[in-house]
């Protein structure tokens, strides 16, 4: 007859393992964890700690672009009200552009003779279209109250900024896109657009013409220059910008003191109080780690 020696009449349980497969273990329930389980836990492993110098400094692009767009707010206001006519818009078209060409030349270090002239011809092309399409933007929104068009011109201007690739992640050699996204495809053509319905409000041909053909010169070729100026040095980056604003904001005072003080409370706003805002929530960030989360694949090729 058998006995049990030690009196203990339960059998040995088994030690639990983790399996990643095979289903349950016998004894054990299918979510149970021993005291080995978070062992592995970590915490803020991938949480990025950010400088404030550095993200003023970054936030500089977004100043920078909202100096740009509002320097063609202003652009339009003064032709609008006949302060700017067809010859000083023609010349301030050919300034920019032979600018925006010597600033390439002088930062891209890639930038060929073939290509240089490969972009010539695309500009001679992309105006001659522009001019021969000029008397049809000139009429195009004829039966369009003005109140309606400065309300939808306003929102399309807000919806350029709010979608525009600050980063420019998209720009890849002068003058090429590597795969915008939906985000800048909207906002560049809410841009294009916008520039239509300021042309259509005014009275000649030429007219049309100079403000399209300066309208689409920022908005193609602007992103692309401050781009190139960027990488070639980050100071000179922060000198432009610095400049840009401080010209903007001299013209902008000079149209009306009260969108004075509206943009300069936008610029410290976005280089200032965001900054400090992303610093400060920082501190709130948890990440947990461990061994439940999904496990990373990782392979060794050799040869």
Not at 100 to 118: A, K, P, Q, R, V
Not at 226 to 252: D, P, W
């Amino acid at each position: 007859m058998d006995t049990n020696i030690s009196g203990d009449s339960s059998p040995t349980r088994p030690k639990w393992r983790k399996v990643a497969y095979g289903g349950m273990q016998p004894g054990f329930d299918d979510n149970h964890t021993d005291e080995t389980f978070l062992e592995d836990m970590v915490m803020n492993a991938n949480v990025v700690k950010r400088n404030i110098l550095k993200v003023m400094q970054d936030s500089v692009s977004i100043s920078q672009y909202l100096c740009i767009v509002s320097l063609v707010v202003l652009v339009w206001t003064y032709t609008l009200r006949s302060t700017l006519n067809e010859n000083s818009l023609l010349l301030l078209d050919i300034s920019l552009l032979g600018s925006g060409f010597l600033i390439l030349l002088l930062t891209e270090e890639m930038l060929s003779l073939n290509l240089l002239l490969h972009y010539v011809l695309n500009v001679s092309f992309f105006t001659t279209g522009l001019y021969v399409l000029a008397p049809i933007y000139q009429t195009l929104t004829r039966s369009i109250s003005s109140d309606s068009i400065w309300a939808v011109t306003v929102s399309l201007l807000l919806l350029h900024l709010f979608l525009h690739d600050y980063s420019g992640s998209t720009i890849r050699a002068p003058g090429a896109l590597k795969n915008p996204n939906l985000t800048s495809c909207i906002s560049l053509n809410a841009s294009i657009v916008a520039s239509v319905f300021i042309a259509s409000r005014l009275p000649s041909r030429l007219h049309v013409f100079a403000i399209m053909l300066f309208s689409l010169q920022v908005f193609l070729f602007a992103p692309l220059v401050t781009y190139c100026i960027k990488k070639y040095s980050f100071r000179l980056h922060l000198l432009f910008s610095f400049g840009l604003m401080a010209v903007t904001l001299a013209f902008v005072y000079s149209l009306h003191c009260l969108l004075f003080v509206l943009l300069v409370g936008m610029l410290v706003f976005v280089n200032v109080v965001c900054p400090y805002w992303l610093i400060r929530i920082q501190e709130y960030k948890f990440e947990i780690n461990g061994p439940w989360d999904e496990a990373k694949l990782c392979f060794d090729i050799t040869d």
